[in-house]
């Protein structure tokens, strides 16, 4: 499976811009970069995902490098309620099977 | 709210009993996703069922089962439980199509406590 690499924690301050790096430097051209977050001890949520293209929707912004070895995803104007472990996530493209592989992620504190 | 619904939400019971989590996927969803994340070990991938058949299987136990019906709810079955299958159980469906560009969608869990 191709492997992320996530900082353990990061701080931000409310309202503002939280930038989340991950490292997929194994990453293969067919997979997708996906980007979840759990809140507490709630179902994990998802937030975007993409290919090789920036990717923006109504929670975040997603930026891949033009050689897709890294991504960063952007929440733009933070809050107390993004404090939550977000998880960059390579899905591998093969064998039929399409789960996602979750590892430790990024522990996101958003002070007011 | 994912749309994906899971019963119970909290489960109590003894070690060596049975125990069935259920599943409601998403309308039109036929892929469902068992997921199980203890304290120590993160969220790991248990079984996949695609349209009322075994797709993919993770770190599954022996003693785990699980099965997705007609209708493509989808009930995980827990026996011979031991303390340390205490963890949060999680279903997740997602769509038909391009299968790697389809998020999955979770839903809140059932905490199972094995006392």
């Known amino acids: 499976d191709a492997k992320t690499t996530q900082p353990t924690s990061m701080d931000c301050a409310e309202g503002r811009a939280a930038n989340l790096p991950c490292n997929h430097s194994?990453?293969?051209?067919?997979?997708?970069v996906y980007w979840y977050r759990q809140i507490h001890s709630q179902g994990p949520q998802y937030i975007i995902h993409g290919l090789k293209n920036n990717e923006t929707n109504e929670m975040a912004s997603l930026i891949i490098t033009e050689d897709r070895k890294s991504s960063t995803l952007i929440l733009p104007h933070a809050t107390l309620r993004d404090t939550a472990v977000y998880y960059c996530?390579?899905?591998?493209?093969?064998?039929?099977?399409?789960?996602?592989?979750f590892g430790k992620g990024t522990k996101l504190t958003v002070n007011p | 709210d994912s749309g994906v619904t899971q019963t119970p939400k909290h489960l109590i019971t003894a070690t060596g009993q049975r125990v069935t989590l259920r599943c409601s996927p998403r309308s039109g969803d036929l892929s469902v996703y068992w997921y199980q994340q203890s304290l120590d070990q993160g969220l790991q991938f248990l079984i996949q069922y695609y349209n009322g058949e075994e797709r993919a299987k993770g770190n599954i136990l022996e003693r785990f089962s699980a099965q997705q019906f007609p209708d493509l709810h989808s009930e995980l079955n827990l026996s011979s439980l031991e303390l340390g299958d205490s963890a949060l159980y999680f279903c997740?469906?997602?769509?038909?199509?391009?299968?790697?560009?389809?998020?999955?969608?979770f839903g809140n869990g059932t905490r199972l406590t094995v006392t």
């Open positions: 997740a469906s997602s769509e038909t199509g391009d299968p790697y560009n389809s998020p999955l969608h």
């Open positions: 996530i390579v899905r591998v493209a093969r064998g039929g099977s399409e789960k996602l592989v």
């Open positions: 194994t990453i293969s051209g067919n997979e997708y």
